[in-house]
């Protein structure tokens, strides 16, 4: 047993999908979470700019005593899990590619695999080498998806009209959406790929848009999904579970709190009541 919370950190809203998913499956867990919403997308940054972005908010969550961190963002996980497993030996971190590589051999069936994510991510060859570990003969197609990330931080979700109209205003994201991921996604479609794998935590928030689009015969891997499920394997293994007490939530973002509150709170699928804005350095 273990009363001690998750650390979750992302470079911005993303990373809420896997909170989501990890409250799902464990919700007597308690979090903090951190959003570099000042420094967000990350997936334009050089590989040393991510690794001390990363480490800085790995110390700001280690200031909360938390007994586990969930590296929430895909572009951190592609090039600082390395130098933050050597800088923190006795924390137990757990990333956000593996759990999504693995997914994704389970479900092929043809052995063609297709990856979205940031440039960074994409650039890293992160996925290629996690997929050929589990399944040396498969054929991995990756395509950078760059202005998804933006956009969702924006409030661009597939759940934006059902959930909050006064926020759609009069532009129709939805139509932007799916003609900006059908020019993402038909190279990917062109070479059969029967499985698709979300290589950023802000993609499942479009997910219904990236399935209609790449069509209802491609599975497609929600790795925020996959990296909770490792989570709640790690925390029951361990006997890291809460057992007892009131769940708490805390959210922090290195800038604009307000509009974390709100679109967060649609990815999220709950209210987030109170964010705090704090300075990482």
Known sequence: M??????IFDSGLGGLTVVKAIIDLLPNEDIVYFGDTA?????????????????QNT???????????VVACNTSSSYAIPTLKKLYKNLEIVEVVTPGAKAAVEHTKNYKIGVIGTKATIKSNSYVKAIKK????????????PLFVPLIEEGWVDKIRSINSDYYQTINHENILRQLAAEYLTPLKKFGIDVLVLGCTHYPAIKTIIQDVIGRDVSVVDSSLETAKEVKKIVEQRSLCKKYGK???????????????????????????????VKIE
Do not use: A, H, W
Not at 2 to 7: D, F, R, T, V, Y
Not at 39 to 45: A, I, L, M, S
Not at 256 to 275: A, H, R, T, W
């Open 134 to 145: 589990f399944c040396r003969k498969t054929k991995i197609f990756c395509q950078p998806t």
């Open 2 to 7: 273990n009363n001690k919370p998750i650390g």
């Open 39 to 55: 420094r967000v997308p990350y997936g334009n940054k050089s590989k040393e700019t991510i690794v001390r972005y990363s480490i």
């Open 247 to 277: 769940t708490k939530y805390k959210f922090f973002v290195s800038d604009d709190p307000e509009s974390f509150k709100k679109i967060g709170s649609l990815l999220l699928g709950q209210e987030i009541k109170y964010v705090e804005k």
């Open 59 to 69: 110390k700001f969550l280690l200031q909360y005593k938390i007994k586990l961190l």
